[in-house]
């Protein structure tokens, strides 16, 4: 299992689904979690609960990734806590599929505004705060930046993740900081349920369309956060590593 004991992390957008898994699976590494959330203070409170419940440490820093002074805050909050900062997930995001028709500009930008300006945020200022030996930066994607129907917005903003991730990479590897992104397929969470994609036929083409025969579960995400995290991804920057059981 990859080693993150004495690590910090950052974990945006953290209060359930896949940051919620992220957060538990790096804690599970050894390293010290700052469950990051912006509306859910509850979901982040049991997320932090569970953590410590099974002997880490963790606590829940509310900020909108999208609010400069906010994003500030939270990193300065997260060092008077820990001290320090090793790593961080830009997980905070958010999606609607609408047809070209319906697309407003009010969703277009706050897509934006949380998907890639809060990647960018969160980026800059968690930079400020990582140590001479630098530190990881783990962007989350999505198959969907290679385009999907009705999803011209989300579609748009992962793209640019992932352009972002190449970027910065090339940036900051003289820094001794690593920017990779995981770009999952379909993830059952609470935002699939709400959304009704769960049981729908269009779970059910994604599913057939998979070779492993499955949609994915937070954890199977977890996973490979914790090894982008770890040093078992020492010699990987500015890579997309596509966690989506085979599904294309």
């Known amino acids: 299992m990859s080693d993150l004991r004495g690590k910090v992390a950052v974990v945006t957008g953290a209060s359930k689904g896949i940051g919620a898994a992220i957060a538990k699976g790096l804690s599970a590494a050894g390293?010290?979690?700052v469950v990051n959330y912006s509306s859910s203070k509850e979901g982040a409170n049991?997320?932090?609960?569970?953590?410590?419940?099974?002997?880490?440490?963790?606590?829940?820093?509310?900020?909108?990734?999208?609010?400069a002074a906010d994003v500030r805050r939270l990193f300065e909050e997260t060092?008077?806590?820990?001290?320090?900062?090793?790593?961080?997930?830009?997980?905070?995001?958010?999606?609607?599929?609408?047809p070209l028709e319906e697309i407003t500009e009010d969703e277009f930008h706050r897509e934006f505004n949380i998907n890639v300006l809060g990647t960018i945020l969160a980026t800059k200022e968690a930079v400020k705060h990582f140590g001479l030996n630098g530190g990881s930066v783990i962007n989350i994607s999505s198959i969907a930046s290679a385009g999907e129907a009705?999803?011209?917005?989300?579609?748009?903003?992962?793209?640019?993740?992932?352009?972002?991730?190449?970027?910065?990479?090339?940036?900051?590897?003289?820094?001794?900081?690593?920017?990779?992104?995981?770009?999952?397929g379909t993830v059952e969470t609470e935002g699939t349920h709400s959304a009704g994609i769960t049981?729908?036929?269009?779970?059910?083409?994604?599913?057939?369309?998979?070779?492993?025969?499955?949609?994915g579960q937070p954890d199977d995400i977890?996973?490979?956060?914790?090894?982008?995290?770890?040093?078992?991804?020492?010699w990987l920057t500015g890579e997309r590593l596509t966690a989506s059981g085979g599904y294309r």
């Open 46 to 67: 049991r997320v932090v609960a569970d953590i410590k419940a099974k002997g880490g440490k963790a606590i829940a820093i509310e900020g909108d990734v999208a609010n």
């Open 222 to 234: 977890a996973r490979v956060a914790v090894f982008l995290a770890s040093d078992d991804s020492a």
């Open 31 to 33: 390293a010290a979690v």
């Open 199 to 215: 049981g729908s036929d269009f779970e059910k083409a994604m599913i057939a369309g998979t070779p492993l025969g499955r949609i």
């Open 79 to 98: 060092k008077k806590a820990f001290d320090r900062l090793d790593l961080l997930v830009n997980n905070a995001g958010v999606y609607k599929f609408l």
């Open 150 to 184: 009705q999803a011209a917005i989300y579609s748009g903003t992962k793209g640019a993740v992932d352009a972002i991730t190449r970027a910065l990479a090339a940036e900051l590897g003289p820094r001794k900081i690593r920017v990779n992104a995981i770009a999952p």
